[in-house]
């Protein structure tokens, strides 16, 4: 069966490959020829020898039923496809669009499941540097898309270009930056970084494909209904708030250099349906109406035949509006914060002490973290007061936690006790409930909208910080809490959220961090001074100035059945 770990978060749906691997197990191997059984049927005075062949074998199936209907199916987005709103154009990284980014679709790289070493999928079978900002690809021959139509550098051109744009690469950009493809010849492309990308393969693994010809005569809807690609599952109904069905692709080409992530699929018929209520959807596996779910609490534990926890490559957060938020600005403000939130209570309040507390807003063991900045804030509510003292806050500004309930299993009662520890030292604050649009509109508004907003194309020497808010909120973000993903387990991506340039920052320190980033970002690990050095110095600075307040290193809970996947339901 195919990867289900990795994209869109690395390890996000791994538990899968439990239910998956019972699949291979039941079902095993399959003859393509029928088998014949003679039967032998004597009557009187006659002998008759009958052949009876055995009747097709049933096809196996699943149902997966997840948290919310996707917003589209379509891999790539389009200016066209997100209009104005700035949702986020293409199948957003939550985990019912895997629907888009892991069944349909094989990416240009991928993070092996198991050993989280860079791996080709199906469609590639090698790369190779040329210079600092150039890598080549050789692309696997006879590979075709769903709709017959043949996989090339051409078509491989096409998706490295729009993934790797920032108005309709959906979150590819945010791992890449800036890309483009070159034709070589046709079976193989070069990827063309916008400056030096030391790291390009293993930020690739969201860079998708679809069939050329099909998407550029496609309406607008049929891009946002359907990804022709050339993953292991073919999507063969969309059905608007019932389902999506999906056909496992015979002619899927595995690839042997990625064991774990691109084997042949062995699951007949996968059907993906959504509820939006955890115990409803804990109840539907319970009872058999479905296969397996993801997100469920901690109390859902007896309503599933097996409730398992998986890792994640995400931490669970509180991003800062540390730039126009009268409080939030003040490092000491958020060091007080820090250290009025009893995280381990939260941990043994609301996940029965299974997470482990920690102060980076990257998974351990990613590159440029260390044993101090990986630990926790100290619980110290005299120390926060004492912060909050010197720092001169002031009880008339509201310091809000905004949240979307469902983010995150119980993050809204997360969010309720966070701001009542910060209200025991006497900070004024509250947690808020938001629909998941407007919670967009405050995630997405940051230094890089703002200053294009209200200076164009030169931002200056300050920046976002002589403007108001830019779009789409045009308001201060206050804070909100987010679960970035980190699967490169390089902190260069997770430079963003400091970098002045970037749509979404929250922080921006033009004079003393801005100088650092790409140098960090463009250095090798043998260099000197080294990647691990130069990210390192940059992590110090967001552990130290506490811009982002980082409860643990993320797990999944989520239920299956015991049945193996076969049509009996």
Not at 48 to 56: C, G, K, L, M, R
Not at 228 to 246: A, D, L, N, W
Not at 352 to 370: E, K, N, R, S, V
Not at 530 to 538: A, C, P
Request: proline share 7%; with cysteine; net charge negative.
């Amino acid at each position: 069966m195919h990867r289900w770990g990795i994209a869109p978060r690395l390890l996000l749906l791994a538990p899968l490959l439990l239910l998956i691997g019972a699949v291979a197990i039941a079902c095993g191997g399959e003859d393509a020829t029928p088998e014949t059984i003679i039967e032998t049927v004597v009557v009187p005075q006659t002998v008759e020898v009958v052949a009876t062949p055995t009747p097709e074998p049933a096809k196996s199936n699943i149902t997966m039923v997840f948290g919310e209907e996707p917003t589209l199916l379509g891999v790539w987005g389009s200016a066209e496809v997100a209009g104005d709103n700035l949702t986020g154009p293409g199948c957003r990284i939550i985990p019912v669009h895997a629907a888009c980014q892991d069944l349909v679709t094989d990416v240009l790289t991928y993070i092996d499941s198991t050993t989280f070493e860079v791996v080709p999928l199906s469609g590639v079978q090698s790369w190779e540097q040329i210079a600092d900002d150039r890598w080549r690809f050789y692309l696997t021959p006879g590979v075709k898309f769903h709709n017959g139509e043949d996989w090339n550098a051409a078509a491989a051109k096409q998706g490295i270009d729009i993934e790797g744009s920032e108005d309709i690469g959906q979150s590819s950009h945010s791992y890449t930056g800036d890309v483009t493809g070159e034709v070589v010849d046709d079976l193989t492309v070069d990827a063309v970084c916008g400056g030096p990308c030391p790291i390009f393969p293993r930020s690739a693994f969201l860079v998708g494909f679809q069939a050329p010809a099909w998407w550029n005569s496609a309406s607008n809807s049929e891009r946002a209904e359907k990804t022709i690609g050339f993953g292991p599952y073919v999507q063969t109904e969309y059905r608007r708030s019932r389902h999506i069905k999906f056909e496992k692709y015979e002619d899927y080409i595995p690839n042997s250099m990625a064991p774990n992530d691109a084997q042949a699929p062995t699951i007949d018929e996968i059907t993906i349906e959504w509820r939006s209520e955890s115990l409803v959807r804990a109840s539907m596996v319970g009872v058999g109406e479905a296969d397996w779910t993801i997100n469920l609490n901690l109390e859902h534990q007896d309503s599933v035949p097996e409730f398992k926890t998986g890792g994640a490559a995400e931490t669970f957060v509180n991003v800062y509006d540390t730039i126009w938020h009268p409080e939030l600005s003040k490092r000491d403000v958020r060091l007080a914060l820090a250290h009025a939130t009893d995280c381990d209570l939260i941990v043994e309040q609301f996940y029965d002490g299974l997470f482990t507390c920690q102060g980076t807003y990257a998974p351990p063991g990613t590159l440029g973290t260390t044993d101090r900045t990986i630990a926790q804030y100290e619980y110290d509510p005299d120390l926060a007061r004492e912060l909050l003292a010197s720092a001169g806050y002031d009880t008339e500004n509201e310091i809000v936690i905004n949240v979307f309930e469902g983010r995150y299993p119980a993050n809204v009662e997360v969010a309720e006790a966070q701001a009542g520890m910060w209200r025991d030292v006497g900070v004024n604050a509250k947690a808020t409930v938001l629909e998941t649009a407007r919670w967009l509109d405050v995630a997405r508004t940051g230094c890089g909208r703002a200053w294009r907003e209200h200076k164009g194309d030169d931002p200056g020497d300050s920046y976002c910080l002589d403007v108001p808010p830019g779009p789409p909120c045009f308001c201060s973000p206050q804070s909100y809490q987010l679960n970035p993903s980190l699967e490169t387990l390089d902190f260069a991506r997770a430079l963003g959220r400091m970098d002045c340039g970037n749509s979404s920052a929250k922080f921006c320190d033009p004079e003393n961090v801005q100088p650092l980033l790409d140098p960090a970002r463009e250095a090798r690990l043998d260099a000197t001074p080294g990647r691990q050095e130069l990210m390192q110095q940059l992590v110090d600075i967001a552990y130290d100035e506490a811009i982002i307040y980082t409860y643990f290193d993320a797990l999944v809970f989520y239920g299956s059945s015991a049945r193996p996947p076969d049509a009996s339901q």
